[in-house]
């Protein structure tokens, strides 16, 4: 899988093969089959790979819920961010063995906020799909976007795009282009992201509103 990885940063999904990793590693392409059925597989198994590290860099279960919890999901954004092939292979429901590590590790934390169990699942899941789904979402386009122009030149043609629209149907996005022009891809995560937590830190708080 490392081998894998390694070969996905440096050449792309397009630039991987069987016949490539075989040379990598030595071995012949028949025999990477008994571990893989098909190069789909592989891929999706590397980015788990890739969601793995994100442990590493994440706090351990002793630092407070939310406090934890941002630090998890910014650690996994910012290493889908190195490996962007990856991000859109970690999907929901979880059945990988990091993909499960990860939900579970939120779900703890949850748990660890106080919230009742009854709200435990449905909060848990929702934290989930927030950190991989709009991690997806912001870094996938890059490595299709990528290959023909880059991130600075395609935000630029589509805030061209928006200014070219009606105001009068449009009045946010016609007025919002210099922000998409200079956006920063992480910070436009985080906001998100302390909106969600925030919410569940209001929700599990015990003190009573001023």
């Known amino acids: 899988m490392d081998a894998a990885v390694a070969l996905l940063d440096e050449?792309?999904?397009r630039g991987l093969t069987f016949r490539l990793l075989a040379k990598q590693l030595?071995?012949?392409?028949?025999?990477l089959?008994?571990?893989v059925t098909n190069k789909d597989e592989l891929v999706t198994l590397a980015a788990d790979q890739v969601l793995g590290r994100a442990f590493a860099a994440a706090p351990r279960l002793e630092k407070g819920a939310i406090a934890g919890l941002r630090a998890l999901a910014i650690a996994v954004f910012d290493v889908l961010d190195r490996h962007p092939w990856a991000a859109s292979h970690v999907t929901a429901p979880a059945t990988l063995p990091n993909a499960l590590r990860l939900l579970d590790r939120i779900g703890t934390l949850v748990a660890r906020t106080g919230l009742p169990a009854?709200?435990?699942?449905?909060?848990?899941?929702?934290?989930?799909?927030?950190?991989?789904g709009v991690s997806a979402q912001i870094i996938t386009p890059r490595t299709t976007v990528g290959a023909t122009t880059s991130r600075d030149a395609y935000l630029t043609q589509t805030a061209e795009r928006w200014e070219k629209l009606d105001p009068a149907d449009y009045p946010f996005l016609t007025r919002t282009t210099t922000d998409l022009r200079d956006h920063d891809d992480r910070d436009q995560y985080t906001t998100g992201l302390d909106l969600l937590l925030d919410g569940l830190n209001t929700t599990t708080d015990p003190r009573p509103p001023e």
């Open 11 to 13: 050449r792309g999904e």
């Open 26 to 31: 030595n071995t012949g392409p028949g025999a």
């Open 118 to 132: 009854e709200r435990q699942f449905a909060v848990t899941t929702a934290i989930s799909y927030y950190i991989t």
């Open 33 to 35: 089959y008994w571990h």
